[in-house]
């Protein structure tokens, strides 16, 4: 007994110590608390950060042109009431924020901080260029909004942003693509094939930082005339983006559920009982108006009879007839506008690849006319000129997307169309392709239609007082800019045009169109300080709605808006 | 039926003398008394002295006067004493003996004193001893048995009055060797103590009844340290078996529901399987889980939690795995003990810091030989509250017939044509008015012309239809054998379970092994191996997502035949999407596949080492691991883009944790009055967790479920992995049994700190003072007083990886160019422990016997130094910050009466109620954001999330109000429909005010009924069904309003009838009342529309039937001829009805809270129907 006791007693002796011993023993916490697969700053690739972000903010954006935004500008037709639907729209917020603004500028933080920073100034440029871009349309959407605290690197981030002023920003944002097109050295390496937007040509990150210069330069030009003229002062035509190889764009991949184009990502679910969206009244109208040969590849006509509603049974063929913004007016007292009696997109939008574009040539020219019809760049008479190549540049991208959709119609078409009971594969094949075969007849566009459409419409004139002369411009300018909704959006609170009908009755916006997006509810909550600072500045309570308007938004000219809709018992007349 | 060979009955013989031995010691100790060495209490009558004063008094005066003095009685026959002899007495302080010799030789009688009666008897011949003493004892035997009729190892059985006597053996038989005239008191922990006069008796078998109130309630408190309750210097309440009698739910945690103050348990709304949520004391941690640590047999186990996201409400679709305390076997159960607060979990450490629950399981010990118990029950699933969906409206707007239809053409005529999108149910009635197209043809009947159906309404209820009975069977044996120096229990569990929802089942397996064996007099090993597998088929999902029946039907069109949508899928087995529905319900229970299996070992050893008497050392190690797969899939041809190709995901996941224990314990009397226990510790938690997740689409081959068979094969994975070291002491200083005083403290290290901060301390210090033993009070009307005062830090770590910060790479790519992304979230590399600071007093009151008992406790808590991972304005560029800051407040009171207002031999009515109330403020974030969202419900166009807001009580909703005029009224817009507020205010709070519980017991003889009552008041919740049900016009609320035709009979229009109670604003700023008529859509969809979270925040007060168990318990006797030792029949009922709630018109319950994430008691997401539950359970042993 006492020998087992000994015994034990040493058993417990040694536990205790072993397990003392385990205790001090902490030295490998900080390891065990490192994930394994942890990437650190100092060896990630800044091209992995830099592709990603190009393809999520250019691929995975809302830029559809199907969109809600688009509604705003007579671009797109979201249906129901959705346009007028109050609440938070913060997409465009929580993707700048919460992906792109900080990857950029982490990019931009590594490419000055690390030990070869000298050789990554390209690099570096090349984010700062971007980021001026995504913080634009940001700022374009919310006016006011945090910018210099925002995005700060990780040791320095500051939660409770600030708020700065819409025109702070801008002069920021000028500088910002100044000082990458300063920086730039084609003697330094660029991103080569990790930039997909521009494949390592810093040439055209040059014309692309310029365009946007000029772009914002335009969109200012109501609010601070003579910064407007300042900063587009120093862009020559030849560091612009002129021409289709230099158009900032990419295309809708079916690789990952992400990069898809919207409308083929629908079909793929829905098949042939997809319920094909609807193009507007506005844009349709801009198109039939002048017999624009692009109306055809963009819309289909309207197919079904009417014949439920007295006074319309003769009425079986509508053409080409857009969808209006009707509010929520109650359904019998609307003019029919039921799903057969207008157009729907045309098949060649539901294609695989698509292009989404952030800076067209013909938006150039289109910037240039304008700047030059009000003396701030170049001379009035210079105008058509300009006027003209943007229509040409933007008839032409059509033939391409028409030409791009040949190869790609038959599987979307035997998606459209069910393989009938009993019908035998060949037969069905034959009956995409047969259909597939008049599609492409009824959508044609060809170079000479569009050299003659150049050649002998109206439209192509810039004709009248200054102001029509600018919603020529701005009509065309907002066709070319399809599907760029945000942008379309801008240029009509900017100017007015394109003038678009709106139903009377939706209650929360009484008949009028947003002039901005209310900042996200979350603010309210989360960055409360600085929430209300900044609703203070721009008039107090109540004022973080859709119709506060931002600081460049500042026409006094504009036209009168809206119209109003038909009714049934009224005629079609185009009012205000 | 007992096997007992020869070597086993010797070790039992031997473990029975040791025993026995102990608890004489064990007795004379705390009885003993002034004991003569006599057996019983009789006095002889040689020591018994009287005054005696008679004159001339017959033989019979005599006798009465000694037994007026003395406590004998005279046996005589009345005929055979002689009525001549008359004697004369006078003398003080004579002996009895004295006396009766006296009488003996005038009478000629003689005496024989036998314990207290003294028999008279004639002398017949001389020489005869003429007073004779005697003691006699008798031979009693018997059996002592529990309530459930088993037998009651270690029972004492005493002598009243003597303080000698013996205790029960292994089976619970005695024997006692006592004066026939004596009283046996019979008493053993936790029973109520009985007292049997021997009478002439020699048999005597005893069933004990338990003790409602448990006077000198043995507790096991941390680390398996077994305490008298009345130690305590906090509060701990006990759940014996008479709480866990019964089969009631497949998770062990519905055994606390409405039982323990201070405790609240919510089910998710998940279905059968799903996982709880237990809550004590209130939430305290902002965001991490407020859940207590459970600890099995001195081993704590992983509770994960796999009932997914809050995310989940919306579109995903998440199916609630259940929780790690599911898998425990409730048949296993002995007892559950709740530590509440800080003080009682101190040992615990940071996982104890929201309160530990310790689960002992059954063991062999105590019952000598080898038994056998069975457990057997089925109990039944039936729906309960329903949501209520309207039958007079179909598809459209504007009250309006099917206006917004298009129209096909059947024989000339143009009829409605149903679309398949969403069609909200705002047209006409379903009167059969009109006709339109049938779209809901069979397969053959497509192709063919089209053809009409009358516009009408579908039974009303048909969505019950879709729902079925659900079933659980479950039975458990079990085997415990035992000889002196060991005891084992294995038992076999096996339930399967199918749920309401079609092809939703749950099948449970355990295996359990525990025992423990003596090596010698000082060593000891004790063990057990625990194999828990649990398989889930076909779980609902949750939230409003398309894979939700219950969406899906809140939605559809009310038109809609279920038997076609039905038949339809039966006859092809393929996706269809009916006009009006995302998705056949038929098709997602069938089709859309998920099922899971884990696989679970829970093990310890543990070995003791008892130097002496005092000291002792255990070394203890537990292991517990599962490797869990959830596999789900999608046939081609399913909805959406990720799965219209086919699509399967599996995930494998383990986890490990390892836990060390050793401990020192000193348990030493210092002095009569002074008794110190010191127990001092060390112990180090190692945990590992792996997922693997591949997620597979675009199928080669259809319906070939294996990974290869894909194209598109995203694999991803999850590793974590933490550790912690620490060693505590404990103290507890008793003085004089009445005054005890407790110290803990501890110190962790945890590797998930910042690696300067990493090394925490916090102590404890509790007392309890029992007054009424101190100051020696009457007891009769108090039976026991006792105060109890604590104050108590626990620290609490973080999880891992809280600082770091560094990049992911996707699985995306664009053109083959990879992607990387920076983190979100801003790391905290000086992270520091949470730290809870509480205090408590309490008082525990009994009177009158321990009739009436009265437990109260008020406390106060607060934890600061909150570890979260901060939501911070993403406007930062940074999603989240992990902060060290917050604060958050909990007090509250705590009160459990319990009483036995009627008790006879047979009959016996006992209450126990509880009621407590909590509550919460958060004190601070980080000093410059405001709010946290708990729940973040992911709803873009409106939210009601759940917030921690600054200065508020935890689980604040958040959402938009009605605009209101100054008055309050509700402002009507210019377009007939009601607007909410621009910005977003409170619209209530999930904690309920107060909770309660009230258990009412009636046994009558074997028979026994109870009745468990649950009460929640207050604590709100956001209805989704509600919510979609408002929408999309199928509530049956949504009628009132609407035009009932559209036309009259010459077809002209017909106003529309509803119009909102409210004011419309007057251009001059001043506000008349609304006469605007408006449709249905505006009347009620709007409020949905425009996004007025108040409209869909709904009080979740209730008081539920939660059980009625009605049970027999057969006596030994009756058994006797059975092979059976005892056998329990009961009748259960579970969940039966709410007998006050706010629900009814929607037809949802109030607890219907999809998962157990925090806030998530805040929202009722399109529930899994509520239900009721009955069966019966059978419990035998022998």
């Known amino acids: 007994m006492i020998r087992d006791m000994k015994l034990y007693i040493k058993i417990a002796f040694m536990l205790l110590v072993s397990l003392l011993i385990n205790i001090s023993c902490t030295d490998d916490f900080a390891e065990l608390n490192t994930p394994n697969d942890l990437i650190t700053s100092d060896v990630i690739n800044l091209d992995f950060l830099f592709t990603r972000v190009l393809a999520e903010s250019i691929v995975h954006s809302e830029e559809n042109g199907m969109g809600t935004t688009g509604n705003y500008c007579g671009m797109s037709y979201s249906g129901a009431n959705a346009p007028f639907v109050s609440g938070d729209n913060s997409g465009v917020w929580n993707r700048t924020y919460g992906d792109y603004s900080r990857n950029l500028s982490d990019i931009i933080y590594l490419a000055s901080t690390r030990e070869d920073s000298e050789d990554l100034v390209n690099k570096k440029a090349a984010a700062r260029i971007m980021k001026a871009w995504v913080f634009a349309r940001t700022t374009d959407w919310y006016g006011n909004i945090p910018y210099s605290e925002s995005s700060l690197d990780i040791t320095k981030a500051i939660s409770t942003p600030k708020y700065d002023s819409q025109k702070d920003i801008y002069i920021d944002l000028f500088k910002e693509l100044k000082e990458a097109v300063a920086e730039i050295d084609n003697s330094k390496a660029s991103y080569g094939s990790a930039d997909i937007l521009y494949g390592g040509d810093m040439d055209k990150w040059v014309k692309l930082a310029n365009s946007l210069r000029l772009r914002l330069a335009l969109r200012i030009r109501y609010a601070d005339e003579t910064l407007a003229a300042t900063e587009m002062a120093d862009l020559t035509e030849a560091n612009l983006i002129t021409s289709r190889s230099d158009d900032a764009k990419l295309y809708t991949r079916s690789e990952f559920t992400d990069q898809l184009n919207d409308q083929y990502s629908s079909l793929l679910q829905t098949k042939s009982n997809l319920a094909k969206r609807k193009p507007p009244k506005t844009f349709i109208d801009i198109l039939k108006d002048s017999n624009d040969p692009r109306l055809k590849v963009f819309a289909d006509t309207a197919k079904a009879s009417f014949p439920g509603t007295p006074g319309y049974e003769s009425i079986d063929f509508f053409g080409y007839r857009g969808t209006p913004l009707l509010g929520s007016a109650p359904v019998q007292q609307k003019y029919p506008y039921g799903d057969q009696t207008t157009s729907d997109w045309s098949d060649i939008l539901y294609t695989p690849t698509q292009e989404l574009p952030i800076f067209n040539a013909s938006e150039t020219y289109f910037a240039l006319a304008e700047a030059a019809l009000f003396g701030l760049k170049g001379n009035t008479s210079d105008a058509q000129g300009y006027f003209e190549k943007g229509i040409r540049l933007a008839q032409e991208r059509v033939l391409e997307m028409y030409e791009g959709a040949k190869s790609e119609l038959p599987e979307v078409e035997s998606l459209f169309l069910a393989q009938g009971g009993g019908e035998s594969d060949a037969a069905y094949l034959a009956r995409v392709d047969a259909h597939v075969e008049s599609l492409l007849e009824s959508h044609k566009i060809t170079q000479t239609e569009i050299d003659d459409f150049i050649a002998n419409a109206a439209v192509v004139t810039l004709s009248g007082s200054l102001e029509e002369q600018l919603e020529q411009i701005i009509n065309q300018k907002m066709i070319a800019l399809f599907p760029q909704e945000s942008e379309g959006w801008a240029e009509w609170r900017r100017t007015g045009y394109p003038r678009i009908l709106v139903g009377d009755d939706n209650s929360a916006l009484a008949g009028t169109i947003p002039r901005r997006m209310p900042w996200p509810t979350s603010e309210q909550t989360i960055n409360g300080e600085q929430y209300q600072a900044a609703l203070e500045a721009i008039g107090g309570d109540g004022k973080n709605t859709r119709l506060t308007k931002v600081w460049w938004d500042q026409n006094t000219n504009r036209p009168q808006h809206p119209g109003t809709v038909e009714w049934m018992e009224q005629p079609w007349v185009q009012t205000n | ?1182």
């Open chain 2, 1 to 1182: 039926m007992k096997i007992r060979p020869l070597p086993l009955l010797i070790k039992i013989m031997k473990l029975s003398i040791y025993g026995v031995f102990l608890q004489i010691i064990l007795l004379n100790l705390i009885l003993a008394n002034d004991s003569s060495g006599q057996k019983g209490s009789s006095l002889s009558v040689k020591d018994v002295f009287i005054d005696i004063q008679l004159k001339e008094a017959s033989l019979e005066k005599i006798f009465r006067a000694i037994e007026s003095q003395t406590e004998y009685n005279f046996n005589y026959d009345k005929f055979e004493l002689s009525n001549e002899t008359k004697m004369n007495f006078h003398k003080k302080n004579v002996s009895v003996a004295e006396v009766l010799l006296k009488i003996s030789e005038s009478a000629g009688l003689k005496f024989k004193q036998v314990n207290k009666t003294i028999n008279v008897d004639k002398l017949n011949r001389s020489g005869q001893q003429s007073l004779e003493v005697v003691f006699e004892d008798v031979d009693i035997s018997g059996k002592v048995t529990d309530e459930n009729g088993q037998g009651l190892p270690g029972a004492s059985v005493v002598i009243k009055g003597s303080g000698t006597g013996t205790t029960s053996d292994l089976d619970g038989n005695f024997k006692v060797n006592v004066p026939n005239d004596a009283v046996l008191v019979f008493s053993f922990v936790g029973y109520l103590s009985q007292e049997i006069a021997v009478g002439n008796r020699s048999v005597i078998d005893i069933q004990m009844v338990l003790d409602a109130t448990q006077l000198d309630e043995i507790v096991v408190t941390a680390f398996g340290i077994e305490r008298e309750k009345k130690a305590l210097g906090y509060s701990a309440q006990e759940l014996g078996s008479k709480d866990l009698s019964g089969a009631r739910d497949i998770n062990v945690t519905s055994y606390l529901t409405a039982k323990v103050a201070g405790v609240q348990v919510s089910k998710s709304a998940s279905g059968t399987g799903g996982s709880t949520n237990v809550v004590i004391r209130g939430n305290s941690s902002i965001s991490g889980s407020n859940q207590p640590l459970y600890v099995v047999d001195g081993v704590p186990i992983i509770n994960f939690s796999n009932s997914g996201s809050g995310s989940g409400l919306s579109g995903s679709g998440e199916h609630d795995y259940g929780d790690g305390i599911g898998d425990i076997n409730p048949l296993d159960v002995q007892s559950m003990n709740v530590l509440k607060g800080p003080a009682a979990t101190a040992l615990y450490g940071s996982r104890g810091a929201n309160g530990v629950v310790l689960i002992t399981t059954k063991s062999g010990k105590g019952k000598k030989g080898i038994g056998v118990e069975i457990n057997s029950n089925v109990t039944f699933e039936k729906l309960n509250l329903f949501p209520n969906y309207q039958n007079q409206f179909g598809s459209g707007y504007d009250d309006n017939g099917v206006a917004s239809f298009w129209n096909e053409e059947v024989d000339g005529v143009q009829y409605p044509f149903p679309d398949n999108g969403n069609l909200d149910n705002w047209g006409g009635p379903l009167d059969g008015s009109i006709k339109i197209i049938d779209r809901f043809l069979m397969p053959d009947e497509e192709g063919l012309p089209l053809r009409t159906m009358d516009y009408v309404a579908q039974p009303k209820d048909n969505v019950r239809d879709f729902f079925q009975t659900g079933v659980t069977i479950s039975n458990t044996i079990a085997i415990t054998g035992a000889n002196d120096n060991s005891s084992m229990r294995l038992s076999v569990g096996n339930s399967s379970t199918s749920g309401i929802t079609p092809n939703h089942e749950i099948k449970k397996k355990s295996v359990s092994f525990r025992g423990s064996t003596k090596v010698n007099k000082m060593l000891s090993f004790e063990g057990k191996v625990n194999y828990l597998r649990t398989e889930g088929d076909q779980r609902p999902a949750n939230g409003y997502s398309q894979y939700n029946p219950m969406w899906n039907f809140a939605i559809m069109s009310r038109f809609t035949p279920l038997d076609y949508v039905k038949e339809y899928y039966e006859e092809t087995k393929s996706y269809n999407r009916p006009p009006g529905m995302n998705y056949s319900p038929w098709y997602i229970v069938n089709e859309i596949k998920n099922n899971d299996v884990r696989d679970r070992f829970i093990g310890y050893s543990s070995a003791n080492l008892k130097f002496n008497d005092w000291l002792s050392l255990t070394g203890r190690v537990g292991l517990d691991f599962y490797a869990e797969s959830h596999f789900q899939s999608w046939r081609r041809g399913a909805r959406g883009n990720d799965q219209s190709k086919g699509r399967m995901i599996e995930s494998n996941r383990t986890r490990r944790e390892l836990n060390a224990d050793l401990m020192l314990t000193a348990n030493k009397e210092l002095s009569e009055d002074f008794n110190l226990v010191v127990v001092l510790g060390a112990n180090t938690w190692t945990s590992f967790s792996n997922n693997m997740q591949w997620d597979a689409r675009d199928s080669k081959v259809d319906d070939v479920y294996q990974i290869s068979n894909f194209l598109d094969v995203r694999p991803s994975s999850g590793l974590a992995q933490n550790e912690m070291q620490s060693v505590f002491m404990t103290g507890q200083l008793a003085y004089k049994n009445y005054l005890f005083l407790d110290v803990t403290g501890r110190n962790d290290w945890s590797s998930t700190l910042g690696v300067n901060n990493n090394s925490f301390f916090y102590p404890s210090v509790s007392t309890s003072f029992v007054f009424t033993e101190a100051l020696d009070l009457d007891q009769r009307i108090l039976s026991l007083g006792k105060i109890r005062v604590s104050l108590a830090q626990v620290g609490a770590s973080a999880d891992p990886y809280l600082t770091t910060s560094g990049y992911s790479f996707s699985q995306e790519s664009y053109n083959g160019k990879p992607y990387a992304s920076k983190s979100g979230q801003i790391p905290l590399f000086d992270l520091k422990n949470e730290l809870t600071t509480s205090w408590e007093v309490g008082t525990d009151l009994r009177f009158f016997q321990n009739r009436i008992s009265l437990d109260m406790t008020y406390y106060n808590a607060k934890t600061s130094n909150q570890i979260l991972a901060l939501p911070i304005s993403n406007a930062s560029g940074y999603s989240s910050e992990v902060i060290n800051a917050g604060e958050i407040q909990n007090k509250g009171i705590e009160i459990t009466l319990g009483a036995t207002p009627f008790k006879t031999e047979a009959f016996r009515w006992d209450v126990n109620a509880n009621f407590s109330a909590n509550r919460s403020k958060v004190v601070e974030l980080d000093g410059t954001v405001q709010t946290y969202k708990i729940l973040n419900t992911n709803d873009d166009s409106w939210s009601n999330d759940v917030h921690a807001e600054v200065g508020a009580p935890y689980g604040n909703i958040i959402g938009f109000k009605y605009l209101r005029n100054e008055e309050g009224r509700k402002i009507v817009s210019a377009g007939g429909e009601y607007q909410r507020e621009s910005e977003v205010s409170v619209l209530g709070n999930i904690n309920p005010d107060w909770i309660g519980g009230l258990n009412n017991t009636f046994s009558y003889k074997g028979f026994s009924m109870n009745i468990l009552l649950d009460f929640v008041q207050g604590g709100d919740f956001t209805s989704h069904t509600k919510r979609w049900m408002t929408q999309k016009g199928t509530g049956e609320w949504t009628v009132e309003g609407r035009r009932p035709v559209a036309t009259d009979s010459d077809g002209n229009q017909l106003p529309y009838t509803g119009v909102l109670d409210g004011v419309v604003l007057n251009p001059d700023g001043t506000y008349s009342e609304n006469t605007q008529a408006v449709p249905g859509q505006k009347y009620w969809a709007s409020r949905a529309w425009n996004g007025i979270g108040e409209e869909f925040v709904i009080d979740g007060s209730y008081i539920s039937l939660r059980e009625v168990i009605l049970g027999y318990t057969f006596q030994p006797a009756m058994l006797k001829k059975t092979p059976f030792t005892s056998l329990n029949l009961s009748v259960i009922g579970r969940n039966l009805m709410y007998l006050h709630e706010h629900t009814t018109d929607f037809g949802i319950a109030p607890e219907s809270a999809p998962n157990t994430s925090g806030g998530a008691s805040g929202v009722e997401a399109l529930a899994v129907p509520s239900t009721r539950t009955y069966g019966f359970n059978v419990k035998l042993t022998f």
